[in-house]
């Protein structure tokens, strides 16, 4: 049982980022992708519900998307209109496992 983040990376102020999370011996439905900014806790950004429905944080709303592909037992995470504050290391969990975080650095 294992979940393996990916994806991150520098990218400027306004740009995007696709993070994925692959799961392996388990489906990955239910999720939740985190993030630690240096200095402060982990947060929830945004969560995939068993079904299908998605929920985001504050910060994320409007920017922030979760998609599944269920054939490669993987979600995603679009990251658009990213800032300096979206600047941690990224996580996501499921079942109570959580995968290696991916660095996102949103800087100029």
């Known amino acids: 049982v294992q979940l393996q983040a990916s994806g991150g990376g520098l990218v400027q102020p306004g740009g995007s980022l696709r993070l994925s999370c692959e799961a392996s011996?388990?489906?990955?439905?239910?999720m939740g992708w985190y993030r630690q900014a240096p200095g402060s806790a982990r947060e929830r950004v945004a969560t995939r519900f068993f079904g299908g429905a998605t929920g985001y944080e504050d910060s994320a709303k409007g920017r922030f998307t979760i998609s599944r592909d269920s054939a490669k037992n993987t979600v995603y995470l679009q990251m658009n209109s990213l800032k300096p504050e979206d600047t941690a290391v990224y996580y996501c969990?499921?079942?109570?496992?959580w995968g290696k975080g991916t660095l996102v650095t949103v800087s100029s």
């Open positions: 011996g388990f489906i990955l439905d239910a």
């Open positions: 969990m499921a079942n109570g496992v």
